[in-house]
């Protein structure tokens, strides 16, 4: 009986000594930091009728379903940030179409409140160049972070998304959507129709 109480209170001791603090406890998945270049731009001319300033990592693709009313062109963002912008580019038939296609971009941003967390936009407007639209920032673990529409709100009408090439994990991705946003400014704000 002796030996048995021993070997108990031997026991209860290694139990409360496994379980002090001094242990580590597990730690969170951690995510690699990705080294990104400094920013820098050059002026790129379209196929449809603007043109603006990108980075220096992108190139265009070649465009599709181009004609005078309608083209679709992809911007690949290259092999550090691994994504694409699409920009779908559509000539006004008349000024009642301007609101069906806000709607529409506003409808694609609203497909992806379910896994937003938070959606930000930014109002861009330059009268100067008759550039007014709106950029939004979808916060969370979604397809597309960012998405934005353009118009001179009589003739021209383009819609952008940023479509990255990996599993959507916000907390990762965030340095990388910084960097990014940057980019979308400088294109954003640097953007002018061509007279056709």
Known sequence: MFRYTILVS????????????EHPTPKPPTYLKVKLPIHSYHKESFDAPFETSISDLYTLK???????????????????????????????QHTDSLPSLINFSNKEVDFHKIKADQIDFDQIIDRENRVFGTLFELKGDVATNYQFYLTDSSNNFLRGEVILNCVPNYDSLRNVLVYIKEDLNVMLNTFSW???
């Open 194 to 196: 061509r007279k056709n």
């Open 10 to 21: 031997i026991l209860f001791v290694f139990t409360l000594l496994s379980c002090s603090e």
């Open 62 to 92: 070649s465009p599709v379903n181009c004609n005078d009313h309608y083209c679709e062109q992809e911007i690949y963002m290259g092999r550090e940030l691994n994504g694409t912008i699409n920009l779908f580019y559509k000539r006004l």
